[in-house]
């Protein structure tokens, strides 16, 4: 008999590197060959929100509802262990990101649902925004994903050697 947590399932909205085509959808296909994800089609949040690109070419939806334009992105169903993976790469432990409740629709408006997105972390993800001046994307395409920058290939300037802290150093210059 399958493990219950396996079968529960959470709808995750992604936005950014983890889309069709952008560096990081090696993953989530990756989760789908090992049935951990299943790919729902394109959707778009239902409330405006800031999407900012950050060091590194990093996209980040910055938790302030109302702000900016309507995100598109992608709708995934996500076990729990596939979950793992994804709170590994955006770093949900250490602070880069915070997994949490959103609105979405389908593209054509049809199809309403709660989910959750990788915002980022309360610490800084307003003070990004403001940096940015308050200018934020609907959508994070192709062209932003050039200049991504993956994990192992980032340079590390703090002296603690986090990359949580690079931010809180970008954040400050």
């Not at 729902?40 to 910055?62: A, E, K």
């Not at 994307?137 to 290939?153: A, N």
Request: charged share 25%; with cysteine; proline share 3%.
């Amino acid at each position: 008999m399958a493990d219950k947590s396996e079968s529960k399932r959470t709808l995750i909205f992604t936005y950014g590197t983890l889309k069709h085509g952008l560096p990081n959808h090696n993953l989530m296909q990756d989760l789908i060959s090992q049935n951990d994800a299943v790919y729902l089609g394109p959707f778009s949040t239902q409330q405006p929100y800031p999407l900012v690109c950050g060091l590194h070419g990093i996209p980040y939806l910055i938790n302030l509802a109302g702000s900016g334009n309507r995100v598109k992105g992608e709708l995934y169903s996500v076990s729990s262990r596939g979950l793992v993976r994804l709170d590994e790469l955006e770093g949900t432990s250490i602070g880069h990101y915070d997994r949490l409740p959103i609105q979405v629709q389908s593209e054509d408006g049809a199809v309403s649902k709660d989910g959750e997105a990788y915002f980022a972390n309360s610490r800084f993800g307003v003070r990004l925004w403001e940096k940015k001046g308050k200018v934020g994307m609907s959508e994070y395409s192709l062209r932003e994903g050039r200049e991504y920058v993956r994990i192992v290939d980032r340079v590390i300037k703090s002296k603690s050697g986090s990359y949580v802290d690079d931010i809180a150093l970008f954040l400050s210059s």
